[in-house]
């Protein structure tokens, strides 16, 4: 438990692997601040993650991550931190990911993942005609980066949040 008085625990994984909610309830358990790359992204913005990858394109957010990943690895500040599915894809993320501290990779399978997003339509890159098709393409071409960032890996496949939290804990 040493580990989390000194460095950040950071969350990566697939999109709907449970990072945010994830994240609050640790925060909570470990009485860390929470924090999440998207939501710190869209509150500087003023614009939410849809209507920045509408307008500027991919490119242009994966360059907010990377920002803002510089500036946190840089503090201090102790924390609880998730970052965005695609976010460990840029080699220099990965690196900087490394820098702010603990890496938790909560590891999901497409399945799961096409249950909990089908009906959401507040992530672009699954706003498409065969969305479970194509997390089945983004996961696997990601899944090398997320395990090259990882300290731990979590399987989070049909676990409630507190299991996940409580197996995160013992195994800091
Ligand atoms: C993305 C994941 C999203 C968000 C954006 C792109 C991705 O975050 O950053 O829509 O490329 O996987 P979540 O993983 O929190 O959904």
Redesign the pocket.
Same mark, same amino acid.
């Given at each position: 438990m040493s580990q989390t008085q000194m460095k950040n625990i950071v969350l990566i $994984?697939?999109?709907?692997?449970g990072?945010?909610t994830v994240g609050k309830v640790l925060a909570k358990r470990l009485q860390l601040p929470v924090e999440?790359?998207?939501k710190l992204?869209e509150a500087r913005e003023g614009r939410t993650?849809?209507d920045i990858?509408a307008k500027e394109g991919?490119g242009y957010?994966r360059d907010l991550?990377t920002g803002l990943l510089q500036e946190i690895s840089a503090e201090s500040k102790v924390r609880i931190l998730?970052?965005?599915? $695609?976010?460990p894809?840029r080699l220099e993320n990965r690196k900087l990911i490394k820098q702010c501290g603990l890496v938790i990779y909560l590891r999901v399978c497409p399945e799961t993942v096409y249950e909990r997003?089908k009906h959401d339509t507040?992530?672009?890159?699954l706003q498409c005609d065969d969305p479970l098709g194509k997390i089945r393409e983004?996961m696997a071409s990601?899944e090398d980066a997320y395990n090259e960032c990882a300290d731990i890996i979590v399987d989070v496949d049909e676990k409630s949040v507190e299991m996940v939290v409580s197996e995160i804990i013992v195994r800091l």
């Open positions: $994984g697939f999109m709907g692997c990072k945010s999440d790359t998207d992204i993650i849809s990858f991919e957010f991550e998730s970052v965005g599915g $695609g976010t894809v997003v507040k992530r672009p890159l983004l990601r």
